[in-house]
């Protein structure tokens, strides 16, 4: 709660239903992005989440990825 340096939290969207084998057996869904919900974060950290994405961010939809740390990087470049 007291980080004062800007950060970037990128969770995968985890939004392709075909992707669970098992219904109800999301635990990456639930460990990647449902773990940050309720916790009080500090006001430097900025959440956001990249659709059609899976774990690896980078691989899925690496232009949006670019695109959302670029924003972050612009929004923050005076601080």
Do not use: H, Q
Request: negative net charge.
């Amino acid at each position: 709660k007291t980080l004062r340096v800007p950060t970037l939290v990128v969770k995968p969207g985890f939004d392709d239903a075909g992707f669970y084998v098992e219904e109800g057996r999301d635990y990456m869904r639930d460990l990647c992005s449902r773990s940050w919900e309720g916790i009080p974060l500090s006001d430097s950290v900025e959440t956001v989440s990249i659709p059609g994405s899976r774990l690896f961010v980078m691989y899925d939809r690496p232009e949006e990825l670019d695109r959302a740390v670029n924003a972050f990087l612009e929004r923050n470049a005076s601080r």
